[in-house]
């Protein structure tokens, strides 16, 4: 399995609460994703990261921020938690050199 | 706006017999897809793939069928298993732009 740590793995957090999930990586690969995942809607990108503080938009960022001031760690943020963002969250990570992503074990967020 | 379409959330085969996946895509910028499997609690896992210069890459029980005239992909599984039961996931990347996008997810059943 490739060498990829989320934590927490399920997070049950109130409406307007700030949450962060930590996406931890042994690999040193260079790509990093954030994913959720939602009835219906299959994997819908959140934000990715090219390299260490370079992080670009997917399609579904609004409500949240990323930071990677190290190779290994990628970090999603939700500043106020809103219902909506109930979901469950993967990261991913991919070579340089690689075409394939590999996925994380997830992490169950629920916004009460 | 999706831009990988996999229209039938579900499929039910019958074991032994020929299971066939079906993913429609939008974006001309994708030269790299792949098919994911989900099983419950886990994350994703990759399977195979294909690139926009091949139509066809096969894999033991497992073939992937590209058209790029009608940005469509197909994967057959052959025989189908009862293991195989799962949510299969489409994927398409654009390898310039880094991102990754995939469909909604289409649910196999194997009845044994």
């Known amino acids: 399995d490739a060498g990829i740590t989320q934590s927490p793995r399920h997070k049950v957090t109130e409406t307007g609460t700030p949450v962060t999930l930590r996406c931890h990586q042994t690999?040193?690969?260079?790509?990093m994703y954030w994913y959720r995942q939602d009835p219906g809607h299959g994997l819908r990108l959140i934000h990715y990261?090219?390299?260490?503080?370079?992080?670009d938009k997917g399609e579904v960022s609004d409500g949240y921020s990323v930071s990677r001031s190290k190779t290994e760690d990628f970090l999603l943020t939700l500043e106020s938690a809103t219902s909506s963002q109930t979901s469950v969250y993967f990261c991913?990570?991919?070579?340089?050199?690689?075409?394939?992503?590999?996925f994380g074990q997830g992490t169950r967020l629920t916004v009460v | 706006d999706q831009q990988v379409k996999q229209n039938s959330p579900s499929l039910s085969v019958q074991e032994g017999r020929i299971s066939i996946l079906n993913c429609d895509y939008t974006?001309?910028?994708?030269?790299?897809f792949l098919w994911y499997k989900k099983y419950p609690a886990e994350g994703p896992t990759f399977l195979i793939s294909?690139?926009?210069?091949?139509d066809k890459n096969e894999d033991g029980r497992f073939t992937v069928f590209l058209n790029k005239s009608a940005k469509h992909l197909s994967l057959h599984i052959v025989p189908s298993q009862p293991g195989d039961s799962a949510v299969y996931f489409c994927?398409?990347?654009?390898?310039?732009?880094?991102?990754?996008?995939f469909g909604a997810g289409t649910r196999l059943t194997v009845k044994p």
């Open positions: 991913a990570i991919r070579d340089s050199s690689g075409t394939e992503a590999f």
């Open positions: 690999e040193n690969h260079r790509y």
């Open positions: 990261s090219y390299g260490v503080k370079d992080t």
């Open positions: 974006n001309s910028m994708f030269d790299y």
């Open positions: 294909i690139s926009s210069i091949k």
């Open positions: 994927a398409a990347s654009d390898i310039q732009n880094n991102d990754m996008r």
